[in-house]
């Protein structure tokens, strides 16, 4: 069965850099949420998208912003990229935005972004 | 791969009850952790409670215990005097650490509890 594609799987970029990591959900998803996990922390919920629309907004930084796409698939851009950026940023996506019961949600693996 | 599945989509606990939500995982790993998550409305993820899979005694944080079964490779939350505020969604989730010092999460897909007054 399909799952969520996140690409790329590893990114190293530069102090002050941009990066672009990209979410494919499940197809037939509508949902995607955004997450990001620095080493030792729980997940922090950055941003959710329904329908192409932002949904939840959670602790994301101003210099991130992202958006989903006509094809569902959603791209989480980061800019002036700091030292602490670095973390496992995971996608996941569901049915609809509270997350229809029978389908739950669905994680990505995650991409995993050293800024040095 | 490993694969982690979480069973109940949905469940429900009336106010003060034990509830017991279920994960079963597979992997050929000797070495690993596993997590449950709470998610509440916030899409916040909480910290329920870890296991260490060379500990072989269950993971015990106040209300919340775990039954940690390695051979069968299962992974179930019990929830002790269930509270109102503990209605959220529950992941499990398997934790692999590599020897480059990263780590592999792979998270199930929920259980959605509700505490009914």
């Known amino acids: 069965a399909a799952g969520v594609i996140q690409s790329p799987r590893h990114l190293i970029k530069e102090k002050r850099e941009t990066a672009t990591l990209k979410c494919y959900p499940i197809?037939?998803?509508?949902?995607v949420y955004w997450y990001q996990q620095g080493p030792g922390q729980d997940p922090q919920f950055l941003i959710s998208?329904?329908?192409?629309?932002?949904?939840d907004k959670g602790s994301i930084p101003d210099r991130f912003s992202a958006q989903q796409f006509s094809d569902y698939h959603s791209e989480l851009n980061m800019s002036s990229l700091e030292l602490g950026d670095s973390a496992l940023y995971f996608c996941?996506?569901?049915?609809?935005?509270?997350?229809?019961?029978?389908?739950?949600?669905?994680f990505g693996s995650g991409t995993r972004l050293t800024v040095v | 791969a490993q694969t982690v599945t979480q069973s109940q989509p949905e469940m429900s606990v009336q106010e003060a009850e034990t509830v017991t939500l279920s994960c079963t995982y597979d992997?050929?790993?000797?070495?690993?952790?596993l997590f449950w998550y709470k998610q509440p409305p916030s899409r916040q993820m909480i910290l329920v409670i870890r296991?260490?899979?060379?500990?072989?005694q269950n993971a015990t944080e106040n209300r919340f215990s775990v039954n940690f079964q390695k051979a069968a490779k299962s992974f179930s939350l019990k929830i002790s005097d269930s509270q109102l505020g503990d209605t959220a969604m529950y992941f499990c989730?398997?934790?692999?650490?590599?020897?480059?010092?990263?780590?592999?999460?792979?998270f199930g897909t929920g259980t959605r509890l509700k505490v009914l007054a």
């Open positions: 996941a996506s569901s049915l609809g935005r509270l997350g229809q019961v029978n389908y739950g949600y669905t």
């Open positions: 197809p037939r998803h509508d949902t």
């Open positions: 998208f329904y329908e192409k629309m932002q949904s």
């Open positions: 992997t050929s790993e000797n070495n690993y952790y």
């Open positions: 296991q260490e899979a060379y500990k072989q």
């Open positions: 989730a398997f934790m692999k650490p590599r020897n480059s010092g990263t780590y592999k999460y792979i």
